[in-house]
């Protein structure tokens, strides 16, 4: 209330957590600020940053931001809860500190939902960027909820820095996991498709960015792991009604999850050596050749004997070494005699 004024409530809370993400926070938080749709709160939890981010945040002046400072890191999960239980939109909207939203996409999300009340969350599709802007790839996501439902019980189907949902998902399905130190948004969407119909729209309004110099491969190792849970826990709630996350105590949760990530030493090096050649091929299939090399180089010292890497360098070299004419002879002789 401001001068005996009540005031009205934002139409979208756009939810933003950041943590050391100097960088490109003012990227990130500029292709917000100039949305074509306008009624929104924009509402950052600075999670503990150590670096510039508080001082970049402080010299915005736009009224719609709001800042919430965690005294200390508590991780994305509890940071975007945070942001959720604060948040005041009918529609609450993600958005990467690194990432990049373009100029429509508030609007053409919000249109989407005002036309399919039956969806309940949108994503779009979306390019992947590398660290100097340059797109070097475009994902096509599905689009139809029936489709979505069907496939996300084998990976995640949306990329989740552009989705916007309806506030009444937090009341009937709840906030992030908190015991999701990984994967929560893959989780999250998970229980949301399991209650509504979810859709994509086939139109790129997102740009997700790739930082070479800060690709976590022993992070997507964690992630793919969480992610294996959310889908085997999924399946149990489409058969019984409920997970083993709601039913077990702390202490059993707390040995699933360190079961979770107990893998041996080489079995590491070997899922991030692979890792590493997953975002290589990422970035070469964007002519990003000097990246992708450099994470194939990657791969080869942490696990010399990993057979997919090898491969993939004979490959990238083919390519890059002969004419286009030759490869497309070697193919044909392959196909021809296997």
Same mark, same amino acid.
């Given at each position: 209330?401001?001068?005996? @004024? ?10 933003? *957590? ?19 749709? %306008? ?16 001082? @970049?945040? $402080? ?5 719609? &931001?709001? &800042? ?13 809860? $945070? ?16 990432? @990049? ?9 919000? %249109? /989407? ?20 802007? %340059? @797109? ?45 130190? +990984? ?29 070479? %110099? ?5 992070? $997507? ?6 992610? *294996? ?10 058969? *019984? ?11 059993? &949760?707390?040995?699933?999850? #360190? ?18 050649? +997953? ?5 070469? #299939?964007?002519? #990003? ?7 194939? /180089?990657?791969? /080869? ?12 360098? +004979? $490959? ?21 005699? /296997?």
């Amino acid at each position: 209330m401001l001068n005996g @004024i009540k005031m009205k409530n934002p139409k979208v809370t756009v939810l933003m *957590s950041v943590y050391n993400g100097e960088k490109y926070l003012r990227e990130a938080i500029d292709s917000i600020l100039g949305q074509t749709f %306008k009624d929104f709160e924009f509402l950052i939890v600075n999670d503990g940053s150590t670096d510039k981010t508080a001082e @970049i945040l $402080k010299s915005y002046q736009d009224p719609r &931001i709001k &800042i919430v400072n965690n005294e200390k890191n508590i991780g994305l999960t509890r940071s975007l809860n $945070k942001g959720l239980r604060l948040a005041k939109g009918e529609y609450i909207a993600r958005q990467d500190a690194d990432d @990049i939203s373009m100029p429509e996409r508030l609007e053409k999300e919000l %249109k /989407f939902l005002g036309k399919n009340k039956n969806v309940a969350l949108v994503g779009t599709d979306y390019f992947l960027i590398n660290e100097k802007d %340059k @797109i070097i790839d475009k994902i096509n996501c599905l689009t139809e909820s029936k489709d979505l439902k069907e496939k996300l019980l084998k990976g995640n189907q949306f990329g989740h820095g552009s989705v916007m949902f309806r506030r009444e998902c937090i009341d009937k399905v709840g906030v992030y996991r908190e015991e999701f130190k +990984f994967a929560q948004d893959f989780d999250f969407l998970l229980r949301i498709s399991e209650v509504y119909d979810v859709a994509n729209i086939s139109e790129p309004l997102y740009k997700w960015r790739i930082n070479i %110099k800060s690709v976590s491969v022993k992070k $997507k190792m964690f992630q793919d792991k969480y992610a *294996s849970l959310a889908i085997e826990l999924a399946k149990e709630r489409r058969q *019984s009604g409920k997970d083993k996350l709601q039913s077990l105590n702390k202490k059993e &949760i707390d040995k699933l999850l #360190d079961e979770l990530i107990s893998d041996t030493r080489i079995q590491d090096k070997r899922k991030i050596a692979e890792g590493y050649c +997953f975002w290589s091929r990422v970035l070469f #299939d964007g002519k #990003d050749y000097k990246g992708a090399f450099k994470l194939l /180089f990657k791969s /080869f010292v942490r696990y010399p004997l990993n057979e997919e890497t090898w491969i993939l360098a +004979f $490959k990238d070299l083919a390519i890059l070494l002969f004419p286009k004419s030759v490869i497309n002879v070697l193919r044909y002789i392959k196909r021809s005699i /296997f």
